[in-house]
């Protein structure tokens, strides 16, 4: 299926609900988070993006059927991840999760999501962009979707006490000289 009727959008705290909703079925792939959290994130976040498709033949408004947030250098955010790649260096935008409704994997909304995250990147002079996704519990999906965009392991780390083992990942902003 194609993505001729999907379009991109920015996120406000009207969608926390909806959020929380694809956010609590994507775990353990990502943490499960609350509202109050959710809204603290989109705050945060350099870019809250949302993926929308136009409304079904029964339904008149949009679905919002994915999502991406991401955060520059510099946040108050206390995941391990995130300050594992701030302790790199200050010119990145890292991804906190990305997250597409179950239904709507491999039909191209994930890369448009991407699209939107290294616009981001580019505008903001980030030479790259992080993320991690987790080996323990594992997550061959999520490898497999970022190792076709591009993106490399730079690291490892146990975290959440040693229950969970991320892959720590990076890309190079195209179109950004280093």
Known sequence: ??????????????????????????????????????????????????????????????????FVLALAPGADYASENYRWFSERGDRFLYVDRIVMGEGHRGEGLGPLLYDAVFAEARARGAVEVDCEVNVEPPNPGSLAFHGRLGFEEVGRQSTKGGSVVVALLAKLTPGLAP
């Open 1 to 66: 299926m194609t993505h001729h009727d999907a379009h991109l959008r920015l996120l406000t705290e009207a969608d926390v609900p909806r959020l929380l909703e694809l956010n609590h079925a994507a775990v353990p792939a990502v943490n499960d988070i609350d509202a109050e959290e959710m809204g603290a994130l989109i705050g945060a976040a350099a870019l809250a993006a949302g993926v929308v498709r136009g409304g079904h033949p029964d339904a008149r408004e949009e679905e919002l059927v994915g």
